[in-house]
């Protein structure tokens, strides 16, 4: 799996975006972007995924780069319950046998009143 | 709710014993996925199954061993245990597609 390297923190006013970003210079052709976060102690959650078209669903949108050698995720309007730690991951998708995740360090996000 | 269940949420044992750690994967999930969060160490995958058989295995211990059972929970047997094996255990699951990865609430292991 590709290697990813993500900002150690970011801060964000409540109500506005938050752009987190993403290297993964060495993506291969068949490895997917996929972003998770962790509230506090929480199990990891799944946010988002794609491979290099622009994604958005009910909770954020992916940018992927053209080169897809970087990705940002957005949180259209960022909310208090949105302080976590955010990891962005690149691996092979779907498969039986390719179910590991690599969890990087991430990046912790914290929103401000 | 992901929909995946893990018991106990505590445990407190000492060090040379035997834990067993459960997970109820979502309904239909035929993948179970077992993953370590140490202060040290971060969250590091351990070991997947599907259907009843071992696909996947990570930085899994020999102390350490897991199955899944006919009816798709799964649990980890971790004995031996050493004070640096105290950390959250997550069980994850995951559809046929295995895209997404749905995570349980953790088990805290402590080890004294």
């Known amino acids: 799996d590709a290697k990813t390297t993500q900002p150690p923190s970011m801060d964000c006013a409540e109500g506005r975006a938050a752009n987190l970003p993403c290297n993964h210079s060495t993506i291969s052709g068949n490895e997917y972007v996929y972003w998770y976060r962790q509230i506090h102690s929480q199990g990891p959650q799944y946010i988002i995924h794609?491979?290099?078209n622009n994604e958005t669903n009910e909770m954020a949108s992916l940018i992927i780069t053209e080169d897809r050698k970087s990705s940002t995720l957005i949180l259209p309007h960022a909310t208090l319950r949105d302080t976590a730690v955010y990891y962005c991951i690149v691996r092979v998708q779907g498969g039986t046998s390719y179910g590991k995740l690599t969890f990087g360090q991430g990046t912790i996000l914290t929103v401000h009143p | 709710d992901s929909g995946v269940t893990q018991t106990p949420k505590h445990l407190i044992t000492a060090t040379g014993q035997r834990v067993t750690l459960r997970c109820s994967p979502r309904s239909g999930d035929l993948s179970v996925y077992w993953y370590q969060q140490s202060l040290d160490q971060g969250l590091q995958f351990l070991i997947q199954y599907y259907n009843g058989e071992e696909r996947a295995k990570g930085n899994i211990l020999e102390r350490f061993s897991a199955q899944q059972f006919p009816d798709l929970h799964s649990e980890l047997n971790l004995s031996s245990l050493e004070l640096g094996d105290s950390a959250l255990y997550f069980c994850?699951?995951?559809?046929?597609?295995?895209?997404?990865?749905?995570f349980g609430p953790g088990t805290r292991l402590t080890v004294t």
């Open positions: 794609g491979l290099k």
């Open positions: 994850a699951s995951s559809g046929n597609r295995g895209y997404e990865q749905y």
